[in-house]
């Protein structure tokens, strides 16, 4: 046990308590801090990321994070479906992106992107704890990707004058009834209105079989993986599997007040089904209080623009560029509810780090980096942020939510990403 981090952990988890409880403006605010609290604390304590599902598998032949996913995202969606069943699909904000070349491009886009920064839009929040120079650049980065992606996924009044197409960004090649009255995507749902389930058993099964085909998939690579001897392993895996192991064979007393008891609590690392269980029920009670899925990406292109107000630039200026209203640049940080809950995927990282007693050798690990490694990441943080403007959405904001929200968009984006994250691997070999 590191006392002196563990007693910071416990002071910085009560502070986080007491200053979101009585500063922030509204319940929801807090709520919202202590979801993205959550979302960090089981991202790191399970050694998750969306982007290791496609760099894991390609690097090290490894698709135990992918599988993890696929049933994450199974999972979730069942749960979802509680909500969503006998309610008005259309009174919740269900991420039923459109469909369009601007999907599967910034799907590509962002899965390159990735492979480079080593994080995802969620990661990078991270990262900015666990590798501070490397989830820096990149998020200083993204941001400037999202916030120059913004006017043309917003078709800007500048852009439309110079007769820039917009369309294949903003609309649909096709949509479903219900998905007509979110974002004009397909809703899993409306196929099967005949199901005797309002279109939720046939929605449910049909993201099993999308689901089992990932497991299905995944497996077969692994499997020809270690058949040619090209299979390595994940260290962080291989290091969870052990320390299953070693808890299934331990035979000790237990004893509440002991520093085994809180090793077990707060230091050993989470197998990856715990965190994807537990980054699964934080989903569903987002979406039943807020009514809204999990999105990161667009806050960053916001910070970029505050960041640029530094320098003397108007907000009049920023919302002419992009088509914000001015408000969107000048309300305060922490009334945006976005911005709250990634902050709290901030905290909770450092606050799972410093109870696990762990802070200091994993911050410090990347701090320092060459001009070529600031450049690669850099350039993974710009293709994401762009990405994540044509896609409508990052990891969370156009994968992980619209495929819980049964979009079908979803879907096309995961193949995207995984086509762009080989694409980028295969590049990163030849320069890195």
């Known amino acids: 046990m590191k006392k002196g981090q563990n007693l910071a952990g416990i002071i910085v988890l009560l502070l986080t308590l007491i200053i979101g409880k009585t500063m922030l403006g509204s319940s929801m605010l807090f709520f919202r801090l202590l979801a993205g609290a959550g979302f960090g604390y089981a991202l790191t304590r399970g050694f998750m990321g969306f982007a290791g599902s496609v760099n894991r598998a390609y690097n090290t032949g490894s698709t135990k994070l992918m599988r993890v996913l696929a049933y994450m995202f199974l999972g979730t969606s069942i749960l979802s479906a509680a909500f969503l069943y006998n309610a008005d699909a259309g009174s919740y904000d269900l991420w039923v992106n459109q469909i369009n070349p601007g999907l599967v491009l910034g799907g590509i886009m962002f899965g390159f992107g990735m492979t480079f920064s080593v994080c995802c839009a969620s990661g990078v929040l991270t990262d900015v704890v666990t590798g501070f120079s490397r989830g820096f650049v990149t998020l200083i980065f993204f941001g400037?990707?999202?916030?120059?992606?913004?006017?043309?996924?917003?078709?800007?009044?500048w852009v439309t004058e110079a007769g820039i197409p917009t369309d294949w960004i903003r609309k649909s090649w096709f949509t479903s009834e219900t998905g007509?009255?979110?974002?004009?995507?397909?809703?899993?749902?409306?196929?099967?209105?005949?199901?005797?389930?309002?279109?939720?058993?046939?929605?449910?099964?049909?993201?099993?079989?999308?689901?089992?085909?990932?497991?299905?998939?995944?497996?077969?690579?692994?499997?020809?993986?270690?058949?040619?001897g090209t299979f390595t392993g994940v260290p962080s895996e291989i290091e969870q599997v052990k320390i299953s192991t070693q808890d299934k064979d331990s035979n000790k007393e237990f004893k509440l007040l002991s520093e085994e008891t809180y090793t077990r609590l707060f230091v050993t690392p989470w197998s990856m089904k715990v965190g994807a269980l537990v980054i699964a029920v934080i989903f569903t009670l987002l979406m039943g209080v807020t009514k809204a899925g999990w999105g990161a990406s667009t806050p960053y292109g916001w910070w970029f623009g505050r960041f640029l107000m530094i320098f003397g630039i108007s907000p009049e200026s920023l919302s002419n560029f992009t088509n914000f209203p001015v408000k969107f640049y000048t309300m305060p940080f922490f009334n945006h509810p976005i911005n709250v809950q990634n902050v709290g995927i901030m905290v909770g990282t450092v606050i799972c780090l410093l109870l696990a007693g762990t802070f200091t050798s994993t911050a410090t690990s990347e701090i320092k980096i060459t001009f070529k490694q600031a450049s690669l990441y850099a350039m993974g943080g710009i293709l994401m942020g762009l990405g994540t403007r044509l896609a409508n959405g990052c990891n969370v904001g156009a994968l992980y939510t619209p495929i819980a929200n049964f979009s079908l968009s979803g879907w096309i984006f995961f193949a995207a990403l995984v086509g762009g994250g080989i694409l980028g691997n295969r590049v990163a070999v030849k320069i890195k």
Do not use: H
């Open 180 to 228: 007509a009255k979110l974002y004009n995507g397909v809703y899993f749902p409306d196929l099967f209105k005949w199901d005797g389930l309002n279109g939720y058993l046939g929605a449910v099964l049909l993201t099993s079989l999308l689901c089992g085909i990932v497991v299905y998939l995944s497996k077969k690579y692994e499997s020809s993986r270690r058949v040619s």
């Open 144 to 157: 400037m990707g999202v916030f120059l992606g913004f006017p043309f996924q917003r078709a800007a009044t």
